[in-house]
């Protein structure tokens, strides 16, 4: 098993704030992809990096993948409250993170 | 986009009782699904990969006997929890490979509550 650490695992903020989440492993991976899960449903998937390097906008969620393919981060500019949710990276789609669960207060 | 259901969504059983429940993959065809365990605010752990026609190759730590996984075509694998006790008592999802773009869905998950 190859394991992602997200961090923060938790994540309270006020709507406006701007956030990093972070995915590290040690393993290099061919891919990487960032899910949003919300409670009681099945993960859906936001983005998938393959490039080192590589730099993802989606409306206001900025994705990179680590020059090295063993690491991302997910920025979210001026969080609103619908962006609450767990938000997981996975690598090459099979091997989730920890998780980051995003509270995102009005 | 691909749509992969899952049901029951939410089954309760008691101790000691079997659950199988279904993961269908609706307008496209997988060769391969995948089986997650996943605990309250936790991550998903990958229990099995499941291919059309073949045995299911389990992840180290999951009890083959006690998970039952059945892909017994290209649209429908099933999970089937033997002998359920109340430690079993989980969210269970599935994801499906679409089988030309490689790309993977996702069910909406099913909430196993053993009593």
């Known amino acids: 098993t190859q394991l992602l650490e997200q961090s923060p695992q938790f994540l309270s903020i006020q709507e406006g704030e701007n956030l990093t989440v972070y995915c590290n492993s040690s393993?290099?991976?061919?891919?990487l992809q960032w899910y949003r899960q919300e409670p009681g449903e099945g993960p859906v998937l936001l983005v998938t990096?393959?490039?080192?390097?590589e730099v993802k906008k989606l409306k206001r969620l900025t994705f990179q993948f680590g020059d090295a393919r063993k690491d991302s981060s997910l920025h979210i500019t001026a969080a609103q409250p619908g962006d609450t949710g767990l938000y997981l990276c996975?690598?090459?789609?099979?091997?989730f993170g920890t998780g980051t669960s995003l509270t995102v207060i009005p | 986009g691909a749509v992969v259901s899952q049901h029951p969504s939410r089954v309760i059983c008691k101790s000691g009782t079997s659950v199988k429940i279904e993961c269908r993959s609706l307008?496209?065809?997988?060769?391969?699904m995948f089986w997650y365990r996943q605990f309250p605010k936790q991550s998903l752990m990958l229990m099995a990969t499941?291919?059309?026609?073949?045995?299911?190759?389990?992840e180290q730590g999951v009890e083959k006997d006690k998970f039952l996984i059945n892909h017994a075509s290209l649209t429908l694998s099933t999970l089937t929890v033997t002998s359920a006790h109340p430690e079993d008592s989980s969210f269970y999802i599935c994801?499906?490979?679409?089988?030309?773009?490689?790309?993977?869905?996702f069910g909406e998950g099913s909430r196993l509550t053993v009593l």
């Open positions: 994801s499906a490979r679409e089988g030309v773009t490689g790309e993977l869905f």
């Open positions: 393993s290099v991976f061919s891919s």
């Open positions: 990096v393959v490039t080192g390097g």
């Open positions: 996975a690598g090459d789609q099979f091997y």
């Open positions: 307008d496209f065809q997988a060769t391969t």
């Open positions: 499941s291919n059309e026609g073949s045995k299911a190759t389990y």
